[in-house]
């Protein structure tokens, strides 16, 4: 991440100091490698397309280790690197360690003269590697998957929050990026994985002095600029916190959203889609150049251009779940069938302006209008606590302190059963109560205000999304919310088709409806998790049904 944060804050400073060296244990870099030759020589060299595609992305995600990400961030914030300053010495050691990880990873070269370096202001170097794509209708396309790996060095008055004239490793900053990339390229190339479009792995030098490597990139790049159709920054993600990954950028290209969720993410992992864009990492020099460019990131934090940002403090374990996620998207974003064009709106979207593009529906009035309680310890009804004024259920009679024993003849021993028969009922409800001082059970006929609600979901669409929308308003009790759909979830397949738009779910949603389905299946992507949910329609039983598939 690029000086200065919004915030600067004091923090006693800390040193852990770390040697290369017990890092790089010889014993083990072997056991090691010869473990990993032991379990990919069991498989086929290639993998194509359907079932077999996500055996292939099973292997690859398991290739990524939480040891082999700890063994890069361990070399590469050594103090033997005195914090990576672009063109010191350290800085050069460390382009030297990633040359020799990528030659070793079998990729092409692809600086200036069949090298992997483009060296640029003196002793500045950034590092380039190419995947060629093999679908010959897109490898022409190129993908720019890039990590800084310069940091500050010891730290000046422009860069730094001190104390300064210490060594600042930049664990987090970029180490962490960069030996995610590395974990990235190995599980691809281990894999014999070959992507539709091409690849080109970028380390930028000197980010920490103004965007330098990556900006020289743009001014003499490698690939023709034109043929550069997407780029991801992969900058400080080595402190995942709360299982919170920040995806920044989904906004410039329409459609970029929907391929950055994923169905893999563990359960406390989520995605965090910013809307914060701003000129603060090497994704905004591609911005500026009309390339739709994403950025991946776990968060700023105390140690923050500080000499105390180490390898000690960094979640090794979240960085493992975040290089995966990695894996996946990368590859996705690869074989994609289409990538989405630029869109240049997306500075114009911030955070102010998403709180009122996301407002939600405020809720409905209600069809009977009462509130009830359910009396403890008993197997029965609920009661009534409270009758609205001016309410159908006033209006038919209803009373403070009577019990709903049955509604529609269907007994209400379960408390969704009551709003959701209400919900759904076309004109009127018949409740059978009990009420204090009469003998006899009451039937009471109640019309319903409002018309029925089946689904009980309202949508808006994103105009940076083409294939979901959005939920704005979950009814409660309805089959949406039992279904455990969620305000601000994407809805983004109806029965196991993609979308096109609010109005092609409108419609299609209406024609399901009119066929008096029990059941329809939507794909809804909820904080960057896709899953399938089964919503029920169909007549209710007094037991509740199990929604969720
Ligand atoms: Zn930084």
């Not at 992997?116 to 209708?137: E, M, R, T």
């Not at 980010?207 to 020289?216: D, M, N, P, V």
């Not at 009679?397 to 379960?414: F, H, Q």
Request: net charge neutral; hydrophobic share 40%; proline share 6%.
């Amino acid at each position: 991440m690029q000086f200065p944060p919004p915030v600067a804050r004091r923090y006693p400073w800390r040193r852990f100091p770390v040697s290369a060296q017990s890092w790089l244990q010889p014993k083990r870099v072997v056991f090691l490698a010869a473990a990993v030759a032991v379990f990919f020589a069991t498989l086929p060299t290639h993998f194509t397309a359907g079932a077999e595609e996500n055996l292939w992305l099973d292997v690859a995600r398991a290739s990524v280790t939480a040891d082999e990400l700890l063994r890069h961030v361990g070399v590469l914030a050594d103090d033997i690197f005195e914090g990576r300053e672009t063109g010191s010495r350290g800085g050069r050691a460390a382009a030297k360690y990633i040359a020799e990880k990528l030659k070793e990873a079998g990729l092409q070269p692809a600086g200036p003269n069949q090298t992997f370096v483009q060296p640029f202001s003196g002793n500045s170097q950034n590092l380039l590697a190419l995947l060629p794509g093999k679908d010959p209708d897109v490898q022409g396309e190129t993908l720019i998957i890039g990590a800084h790996y310069d940091h500050v060095g010891y730290g000046t008055r422009r860069n730094s929050y001190g104390p300064r004239g210490y060594i600042h490793n930049g664990a987090d900053d970029n180490a962490s990026g960069v030996a995610a990339l590395l974990e990235v390229i190995d599980a691809v190339m281990q894999t014999g994985y070959q992507p539709r479009r091409s690849m080109l792995f970028a380390f930028w030098d000197g980010e920490e002095k103004g965007l330098l490597g990556s900006k020289h990139w743009v001014s003499s790049p490698t690939v023709s600029l034109k043929d550069v159709r997407l780029a991801l920054n992969i900058d400080m993600v080595g402190r995942l916190d709360g299982g919170r990954i920040e995806v920044g950028g989904t906004r410039t290209g329409r459609g970029l959203r929907h391929l950055m969720s994923s169905p893999q993410l563990s359960e406390t992992t989520w995605l965090d889609f910013s809307w914060e864009y701003k000129e603060n990492g090497d994704h905004w020099t591609f911005f500026q150049a009309g390339v739709p460019s994403l950025y991946v990131h776990t968060g700023l934090h105390d140690d923050y251009h500080r000499p105390s940002d180490d390898v000690e403090k960094l979640n090794i374990e979240g960085m493992r779940e975040v290089t995966q996620y990695l894996v996946e998207q990368i590859c996705e974003l690869a074989d994609a069938e289409q990538l989405p064009d630029f869109r240049s709106e997306a500075t114009l979207d911030t955070p102010q302006t998403r709180r009122r593009q996301e407002k939600t529906l405020p809720a409905l009035s209600p069809r009977l209008g009462f509130d009830w309680k359910i009396l403890s310890g008993k197997n029965t009804g609920p009661s009534v606590k409270r009758v609205h004024r001016q309410s159908a259920a006033g209006r038919a009679g209803l009373k403070r302190g009577d019990r709903i024993v049955s509604a529609d003849n269907l007994p209400c021993t379960e408390p969704w059963l009551l709003p959701a028969i209400a919900l759904t009922s076309p004109a009127e409800l018949t409740l059978e109560i009990e009420r204090a001082g009469t003998d006899m059970p009451l039937a009471l006929v109640i019309p319903l205000q409002g018309a029925p609600i089946r689904l009980g979901l309202s949508w808006r669409e994103d105009p940076a999304e083409h294939q979901s929308v959005y939920v704005t308003r979950v009814v409660p009790y309805s089959a949406a919310a039992r279904a455990g759909i969620k305000l601000h979830d994407r809805i983004c397949a109806l029965d196991r088709e993609s979308i096109n738009g609010s109005n092609d779910l409108l419609v299609r949603m209406q024609a399901l409806l009119a066929e008096g389905r029990d059941n329809i299946v939507l794909k809804i992507e909820s904080r960057g998790a896709l899953r399938e949910v089964m919503v029920p329609l169909g007549a209710f039983e007094t037991s509740r049904p199990d929604a969720t598939l």
